[in-house]
């Protein structure tokens, strides 16, 4: 049962597709919730997610931000434990950690980055980070040998993204108390990096929907055309 709220507001809603600034307009007037309600944008995409080829996966700085503070854990020798901590890591996360990390299975940060040569030392967590897209990996910037980059990057809003079992992406991007004006920045710059990574493999229509809603507001369609 939905809240008499969402209903009201829901109510107030075109069922057809909206342009991005439509769109924008109709979730912020949704997002009436007493707390910042988190943005999001869902892509159900035309590929096959059993297939190697067909998988899509990167990274995508917002122009705007996410509004999301993240807290980083940085897999780093002693060698690098300096620059991490100069670029902001919460978390420093060398073997005596990874050895903790293994035994008790709490995750206390948001996204991890790793120096190459503590790839092979996380490995053995790799059951705990894997399974939460924690895994740090070179094909979403989480791994290479600038650590302090990676982190400010991170720190400044970066988002991983990839396909999940139902061939959906979903991306955060930005909070109700963003401008419109920031937020219809924001979700361009989405539409547009899903948009350049559509596999060569995938044939027929490769954005089949894409919905925005907030976190307690009721979805809209977007009319991406073109996609």
Same mark, same amino acid.
């Given at each position: ?64 931000? *996410? ?8 897999? @780093?020798? #002693? +060698?690098? /434990?300096?620059?991490?901590? =100069?670029?902001? &890591? ?86 109700? *108390? ?8 924001? @979700?361009? #710059? +989405?539409? /547009?990096?899903?948009?350049? =990574?559509?596999? &060569? ?27």
């Amino acid at each position: 049962m939905h809240s008499k709220r969402f209903t009201q507001v829901k109510g107030g809603i075109e069922k057809k597709a909206l342009s991005v600034e439509a769109g924008v307009a109709a979730v912020k007037a949704g997002a009436t919730a007493k707390f910042d309600e988190t943005i999001e944008i869902h892509f159900n995409l035309g590929i096959d997610p059993k297939m190697g080829d067909q998988q899509i996966r990167g990274t995508l700085t917002l122009p705007h931000g *996410s509004g999301k503070t993240k807290r980083v854990a940085a897999f @780093v020798d #002693a +060698a690098n /434990e300096a620059a991490a901590k =100069a670029a902001g &890591a919460d978390i420093i996360a060398n073997e005596e950690y990874i050895e903790n990390l293994v035994k008790t299975g709490k995750i206390d940060f948001d996204v991890a980055v790793a120096v190459p040569s503590m790839m092979t030392k996380i490995a053995k967590a790799a059951k705990i980070l894997g399974p939460r897209g924690l895994m740090p990996n070179p094909k979403t910037d989480t791994v290479g040998p600038n650590i302090g980059k990676i982190i400010e990057e991170q720190k400044a809003g970066k988002l991983s993204f990839k396909n999940d079992a139902t061939a959906n992406v979903h991306m955060i991007v930005g909070k109700a *108390s963003f401008s419109e004006a920031n937020l219809v920045s924001n @979700v361009n #710059a +989405a539409v /547009e990096t899903i948009r350049r =990574a559509k596999p &060569a493999t995938a044939k027929g229509i490769f954005m089949k929907s894409v919905t925005m809603t907030s976190t307690m507001g009721p979805a809209v369609r977007l009319d991406v055309a073109g996609a």
